[in-house]
């Protein structure tokens, strides 16, 4: 596997409630994404960066926050926790975003559960 | 943007036959598809993809097809073993400007049956 890991790996928290997720990778890839995965939706794009300080949207944005101030970290954050949020998230690396660089690498996930 | 369909959603066949899951997506811009398999409690991992420039591509017993003209592509797993059980996803990259995006079908759940 990558050098990609993910903090905490579980999560139990409550609504209302603000949230972090860790993205950390060993790397020194450019591109990092998250996604969420759920029971039938498969993998869902939220943000992605494609460098320090850059980042973009994906399909299903709202109510999540990134940040991205070193190569090796990417922070996805829930500023206040739904719900609808409790799900596995996924952050995912690559060298580059097209050619045999392509690949997408993922982490070990993060199951969160909002309560 | 980018719509992936994927089919079936689940797919159940006896140890040894064959396994073909298939994707349609909507922007013929795209040019890139990947295939991860997901097993239970991992993370998705890359076993094989394809570039638009190719019709088709084989790695031992996986194989992947790409018809550009009707947006479609296939996944087939030859001599299936209790291993391939699994969820496979397809995906689909528009590289158009500054979108590098992947976009997710929602996936194939195979079971194997020694």
Redesign the interface.
Known sequence: DAGITQSPRHKVTETGTPVTLRCHQTENHRYMYWYRQDPGHGLRLIHYSYGVKDTDKGEVSDGYSVSRSKTEDFLLTLESATSSQTSVYFCAISESPSGRAAEQFFGPGTRLTVL | ?ENVE?HPSTLSVQEGDSAVIKCTYSDSASN?F?WYKQELGK????II?IRSNVGEKKDQRIAVTLNKTAKHFSLHITETQPEDSAVY?C?A?N?GG?N????????TLLTVNP
């Open positions: 943007g994927q890139y990947p993370r998705p991992q890359l993809d996803f995906a990259r590289s500054s590098y995006k992947l976009t997710f079908g929602k996936g």
